[in-house]
């Protein structure tokens, strides 16, 4: 193959090598350079002048609703809890109904996983359940974020808020 390109590489530096070599302010090289086979120069037209529009003085003005300041497109909404993010989970259309339905078996999977901590009394096991509960969320944010950003962005912010529930079992316990 390599062979091949070679040799069209040579071939196209012959070919070029053999064509003549023209210039706008050159004759070709296989004539010799007299006024008659100098190219005239080019002229630009003259640029056109519009004509400035009328200015009216009775336009109407439109109000414009008020711009959110960045401080406010950014302001955090305050943290779901369990409740309130199955209630918005389920309400979404950003997700499939196979998809809910998988989401939220997961979801009971991991809620009775944490009672059984809690109902055996021991301490420290909650934090186990801590990487499953990352991997839970993370999917979660995946399928909602592009069809349903704000969603996203609140799920986002209550992923402290909601472990804190997991893992305290009094605060379980008022939910359960």
Not at 22 to 36: E, G, K, N, V, Y
Not at 43 to 68: D, E, G, L, N
Not at 83 to 104: C, D, E, Y
Request: include cysteine; proline fraction near 11%.
């Amino acid at each position: 193959m390599s062979r091949m390109r070679r040799a069209a590489v040579g071939l196209l530096a012959t070919a070029a090598a053999c064509a003549p070599i023209t210039d706008a302010r050159r004759a070709p090289l296989d004539q010799p350079a007299s006024p008659d086979n100098v190219p005239a120069p080019v002229i630009a037209p003259a640029p056109v002048t519009a004509r400035p529009p009328a200015v009216t003085t009775t336009a109407p003005v439109k109000s414009t609703p008020p711009v959110k300041t960045v401080r406010q497109a950014l302001k955090p909404e305050p943290p779901l809890d369990i409740a309130a993010l199955s209630a918005r989970l389920r309400s979404t259309s950003a997700i499939g109904v196979f998809t809910k339905l998988a989401l939220k078996n997961q979801m009971d999977d991991l809620l009775q996983q944490v009672r059984r901590v809690h109902q055996s009394g021991r301490t420290g096991g909650v934090g186990a359940l801590r990487l499953p509960y990352d991997m839970l969320v993370l999917k979660v944010l995946a399928v909602v974020q592009d069809g349903d950003p704000p969603l996203a962005r609140t799920i986002s912010g209550s992923r402290e808020a909601i472990w804190n529930i997991l893992a305290d079992p009094e605060k379980f316990n008022a939910i359960a």
